[in-house]
């Protein structure tokens, strides 16, 4: 019986082979879009687990320097001759010079000394090739992807860009990119820190037992769980979220048009549900029919849309790695490797998201009195109670949306608030509109003008959810639009302030860093020389940046302030207050005027906060001490820049001087024009991938609106007719359409204009204070919304040329066929 | 005055041209009736699409006061159309977007032929007084089928075609509407031509005539 039934149900899509199209595109579209997203957000969090897990197993707790970045090696002798299993490991950056400067993170390690149980690049050490890793030349270990990037071949020894030779490099392809791993010897020699020492790796068992560290260690080392080492993952969270947030609303757009297509489909099978029931089909079987048809629709585009998903993550994937790694820091493959989890959830996600839009129409066929005849109005009238139930829907969520609004605290309830008020104003939109074309039928007095609103009416059920689409997407557009554009305007403003010195200098060590400082305030035409003292710690769990900054009139007149109180570059210059990136200050809940104590030892007293500042694109937060206070309180700080002012045509000699005696490339000599310039390549590449997936988006949008027009062009021959009869030539009934599908969609694009400013407020007031901590001013750019309104309406242009040019190329007798009496 | 002379239609099909019209003459005075009967698939329909300009003719044609109609272009025709026709269709083919007032006077207004006082008439005329606010599926078949007969009459056209205008109703339903119809197209001052298998309704007309395999037989049927 399911067989026939099947049989049957599916011999509709024969004669409608449109409706099934629309089926599978939605489908396709949506599966593609979200699993692009998700592949690109699954393959940057395995490559974070990778470089979290670079040295895996036992060895996760680890004893690190309280003050600076590194401490002596001796320290390391001293706990090893007390019995202490301890294992050295040196960190640091190596530089790469070229057409572009590539840098990595060089992991120095002592295999002999890794505790037995423990990994090293997914490799255990049991397994190790000791023979070549420690005997010269030794072996530089390297993933794949990284040697790629760097143009080397297994078995290359390149030099860095401070001229040093690495061993031969040999691949391990469990390592995550843009890691090096070499001998803890090669690391200290390659990064110019001998003796030096990054951390020691601690077996978490022996962790347990809390041993006291030697007396005079105490003051240099302190115990890191391991708990506080996925900083990356944290910090990118955010940046993951916002992809799958417009992965999400892309599904959920082309769901819209699977929806709608199944609730034409349903409406014109009815009578031939009826007739199986009359047949003796049980409704159970005439339900599971209905599903399995359902199920073979979403396998189909599931496996599409997986393909093509995997392709859309392939072609973004640069642009993804690239704005991770600008903003903040982080590796990722240039290439996707992805699990079979991922493509089985792919197609999990298809046959999700068909039962999700099907299951309306399922329980409609299972509900409707499938006895009554079939009528257009039956399905208006189905209509009008399901707008009731919407519009009693979006208020309840924009309740909860207040609710996020007013009470929110977390990235979580920012998420909240937009899926709470993005599908409100969807759903609300039918309401509006046929309150908007109620409102301007009162204004028509001809009878084509009333026709022309009443029939727009009519057409409004069936167009509402490609509407709805067109809505989110245009409304994802204005409101991304107006934040990445208001966030570049502020981001350059801010950049061409805080970025005054003419040549930024990043000194190998703070010992060559004070020998150039001196070198300089010898130099004729240098006005200025301000080092940069820099320090890493972690307030209350967070990584913090501390940074030392001379008294200099060049910050008090280029370094913005959000915040300030009366005196506070004075403040910051006597030692008596220090100053706050906003992120830091929303993360530690510190206003101005309030006191925040320094870790440090012996402990020393809590110092105000004078100012807050903008400190956009930088993940950590950032706290500012006078220079002399920081290197008193922690001797071990490090002289990280140099920052030059001089006239700007002193500086191409003064810069070809410093290359010359400092032997310095061109990642460690910069001015500031290429400054500028990296950084606004960087904020670009941030948001490509974002403007790419809001094209798609509304581009999806336009399908569903082309679809819907499409489909309803078939059923809508019956209400055009009459008035051909009555004397309306086809080509003015072509342009009446075409005017009421521009009107349907003008009023959405108007409609979506106030609703994406909304959520460009949302997103700068709320999620990007959750987010990343700093808060935008919301600037609203009349003519990118003009262009996004043109842009809107040109795409329901287009959506609709097509089912238009068929109206208009109808042959007369198609239209007598609606007047036919065998109907 | 409607003059047809040697009028030819044919249809496309897989198996070649499939002639329906094979020269049908015909004449008819102003303000007279005739009833076009005939079996299924004669060319009763066709014929009245092609008097009321809906298709084109192979060949012959159709003058209108002595002008031919289908010399003309697709809007002269459409406007002659709605300025001398009306066209009443068994299924009614009412506009189910507009309610019962606004589809009455609707062909009259776009004709700029409004008379309230006519329309006003008509509707209480047709029983369709109380119904004007409701909207045509919200009116029984009988009901549609008047008002679809008031929107036709409602400009006054010179010509009213009707095909099959009482098919959908029960016999007695039939008697009372076409009567109500018959009554109002001599008010208005129309002509009509109107298709019917019922020989019984067919002898209320002035005329009758025939068609068969395309072609009217002669003498009144």
């Known amino acids: 019986m399911l067989r026939l039934c099947l049989s049957a149900l599916l011999s509709h899509w024969r004669r409608h082979p449109l409706q099934g199209i629309s089926i599978l595109t939605g489908l396709w579209l949506a599966t593609a879009l979200w699993t692009g997203v998700q592949a690109l957000n699954d393959q940057a969090r395995a490559d974070y687990a990778r470089a979290n897990a670079l040295l895996a197993g036992a060895a996760q707790t680890q004893l690190v320097a309280r003050q600076g970045e590194r401490f002596a090696q001796s320290a390391y002798v001293q706990l090893r001759r007390a019995g202490w299993p301890v294992s050295p490991v040196l960190e640091g950056r190596l530089r790469f010079a070229g057409r572009e400067p590539v840098s990595v993170r060089l992991l120095g390690i002592e295999p002999l000394s890794l505790p037995a149980d423990s990994s090293v690049a997914g490799q255990s050490t049991q397994g190790f090739d000791l023979l070549h890793f420690l005997t010269p030349p030794g072996q530089a270990w390297v993933a794949p992807d990284t040697l790629q990037r760097l143009g080397l071949k297994p078995g290359d020894q390149p030099t860095s860009a401070d001229g040093q030779r690495l061993p031969p490099l040999a691949v391990q392809a469990q390592l995550a990119p843009g890691v090096m791993i070499v001998d803890i010897g090669q690391a200290q020699r390659l990064l110019q820190a001998p003796e030096q020492l990054s951390r020691l790796l601690l077996p978490n068992d022996f962790a347990r037992t809390l041993p006291a560290l030697p007396d005079n260690l105490r003051t240099q080392l302190q115990l890191q769980p391991a708990a506080d080492n996925d900083d990356l993952q944290h910090l990118t969270e955010s940046f993951h979220l916002n992809l799958s947030a417009l992965g999400l609303l892309a599904f959920l757009v082309g769901l819209f048009i699977v929806h709608a297509a199944i609730g034409l489909a349903l409406e014109q099978r009815r009578g031939l549900l009826r007739t199986l029931r009359a047949c003796g089909v049980s409704l159970r079987a005439l339900i599971g029919a209905l599903a399995l048809e359902l199920g073979l629709f979403a396998l189909i585009a599931g496996l599409a849309g997986v393909l093509s998903g995997y392709l859309l993550a392939s072609l973004l994937l640069g642009d993804v790695a690239a704005s991770l790694r600008g903003l903040y820091g982080a590796q990722v493959a240039g290439h996707l490797s992805l699990s079979p989890q991922w493509w089985l959830a792919g197609l999990g996600i298809s046959l999700l998201g068909a039962a999700l839009a099907g299951l309306n129409s399922l329980l409609r066929s299972a509900q409707l009195p499938l006895l009554a005849l079939a009528q257009a109005q039956a399905w ?22 207040a609710a996020c609004w007013r009470w929110g605290d977390s ?165 008596k207050g220090l100053m706050l990136s906003e992120q830091l200050a929303r993360r530690l809940k510190l206003h101005l005027g309030e006191r925040l104590a320094l870790p440090t030892t012996p402990p020393s007293p809590a110092l105000p906060v004078v100012a807050l500042y903008a400190d956009y694109g ?33 500086v191409p000699a003064l810069k070809a001087q410093l290359q010359s005696r400092y032997r310095l490339d061109s990642t460690r000599l910069v001015d500031q024009g290429t400054l500028k310039r990296w950084s606004v390549e960087v904020f670009e590449r941030t948001f490509a991938a974002t403007a790419a997936l809001n094209s798609l988006t509304l581009s999806v949008a336009g399908v569903a609106l082309f679809i819907s027009l499409l489909t309803l062009g078939q059923s809508r021959l019956g209400q055009l007719a009459p008035l051909w009869a009555l004397g309306v030539t086809r080509r003015q009934l072509a342009w009446l359409s075409l005017g009421q599908t521009l009107m349907l969609a003008g009023l959405t694009v ?37 262009h996004l309104a043109l842009l809107g309406l040109f795409t329901s242009l287009l959506a ?23 109907r | 005055m409607l003059t047809i002379q040697n009028l030819y239609k044919s249809f496309p099909t897989a198996q070649g041209p499939l002639p329906v019209l094979r020269g049908v003459d015909l004449q008819l005075p102003p303000a007279t009736s005739l009833a076009l ?4 698939g004669s060319g009763k329909s066709t014929l009245l699409h092609l008097i009321a300009g809906l298709e084109q003719p192979d060949q012959g044609s159709i003058l209108i006061d002595g002008q031919p109609l289908h010399s003309r272009s697709e809007t002269e025709r459409a406007r002659w159309r709605r300025e001398n026709i009306g066209l009443v269709f068994q299924q009614y083919n009412l506009i189910s977007s507009l309610d019962t007032a606004s589809n009455l006077s609707f062909q009259a207004r776009l004709a700029n032929r409004h008379d309230r ?21 919200q009116l029984s078949g009988g009901q549609q089928q008047r008002l679809a007969i008031g929107r036709a009459l409602a400009a006054r056209p010179a010509l009213v075609l009707a095909d099959e205008p009482t098919g959908s109703l029960d016999e007695t339903s039939s008697e009372i509407v076409l009567e109500l119809f018959l009554q109002l197209v001599h008010e208005a001052g129309s002509s009509l031509l109107m298709v019917t298998h019922s020989t019984h309704l067919a002898t209320r007309l002035n005329r009758r005539l025939q068609l068969h395999l395309g072609r009217l037989l002669p003498g009144d049927a």
């Open chain 1, 750 to 786: 108007l409609l979506a204009m106030p609703l994406g400013i909304l959520l460009a407020w949302c997103l700068v007031a709320v999620v990007n204070v959750q987010a990343f901590g700093w808060r935008l001013p919301l600037h609203v750019f009349p003519m990118q919304l003009a």
């Open chain 1, 800 to 822: 609709a040329a097509w089912p238009l040019w068929q109206l208009a190329r109808r042959q007369p007798a198609d239209l007598l066929r609606q007047f036919a009496d065998e």
């Open chain 1, 618 to 650: 930088n993940p950590r937060g950032q706290l500012l001490l006078n220079d002399e206070l920081l290197r008193r309180l922690w001797p071990g700080a490090t002289l990280s820049s140099l920052n030059v002012r001089l006239p700007a045509e002193h």
């Open chain 1, 411 to 575: 990235l979580p309830s920012a998420f909240a608030l937009l899926a709470s008020l993005l599908p409100a104003a969807a759903l609300v939109l039918p309401a509006l509109l046929d309150a908007a074309l109620a409102l301007l039928s009162r204004l028509c007095s001809t009878p084509l003008s009333q026709w022309f609103i009443a029939d727009s009416r009519q057409q409004l059920p069936a167009l509402a959810l490609a509407l709805m689409a067109l809505l989110l997407a245009l409304a994802a557009s204005v409101g991304v639009g107006s934040m990445t554009e208001g966030f570049r305007q502020t981001f350059l403003g801010w950049l061409d302030q805080r970025l005054s010195a003419e040549l930024y200098i990043t000194p190998r060590d703070t010992r060559q860093g004070l020998a150039m400082r001196r070198w300089l305030d010898e130099q004729p035409g240098v006005e200025a020389v301000l080092p940069q003292w820099r320090l890493e710690l972690r307030l209350q769990g967070l990584p913090v940046q501390l940074q030392g900054m001379l008294d200099h009139d060049s910050y008090r007149q280029h370094w913005p302030l959000l915040e300030q109180q009366p005196d506070a570059w004075a403040s910051l210059a006597s030692g």
């Open chain 2, 117 to 137: 006082t006519w329309s006003t008439y008509l509707a209480e005329r047709l029983c369709l007084a109380p119904l004007l606010q409701r909207f045509p599926e």
């Open chain 1, 380 to 401: 208006r009238q189905a209509q009008a109670l399901w707008l009731r139930r919407q519009s009693a829907l979006a208020i309840v969520l924009l309740l909860i949306a």
């Open chain 2, 37 to 40: 009967m005939g079996e299924s």
